[in-house]
Nanobody
Framework: QVQLVESGGGLVQAGGSLTLSCAAS????????MGWYRQAPGKQRELVAI???????NFADSVKGRFTISRSNAKNTVYLYMNSLKPEDTAVYYC?????????WGQGTQVTVSS
């Protein structure tokens, strides 16, 4: 099993920045892929960004050019750097890991962007 613990959410004004962290209980070097999803009230959970074990990344069109994802194998942590935040980025952000064919989720962290 993999436990994931997110941190770094909060309240920020539009145009501001936040960094989310996701600490994994296993070495992320062996985890196939890790990523961030978000769920806004009344909406389905959607992919924000993913990073594979080889370092390849993919982003939702809505965040391309504004968000960056990176990983620290030494710290077993994945980061989501969010810049130029917009009110529509407001959501609960969840860390996700795919390990041995099983999806694991963190508890979520709230990001609120005020206009």
């Amino acid at each position: 099993q993999v436990q994931l613990v997110e941190s770094g959410g909060g309240l920020v004004q539009a145009g501001g920045s936040l960094t989310l962290s996701c600490a994994a209980s296993k070495s992320i070097f062996i985890i196939n892929g890790m990523g961030w999803y978000r769920q806004a009230p009344g909406k389905q959970r959607e992919l924000v960004a993913i990073i594979t074990s080889s370092g390849s990344t993919n982003f939702a069109d809505s965040v391309k050019g504004r968000f960056t994802i990176s990983r620290s194998n030494a710290k077993n942590t994945v980061y989501l750097y969010m810049n130029s935040l917009k009110p529509e980025d407001t959501a609960v952000y969840y860390c996700n890991a795919l390990y041995m064919g099983t999806q694991y989720w963190g508890q979520g962290t709230q990001v609120t962007v005020s206009s």
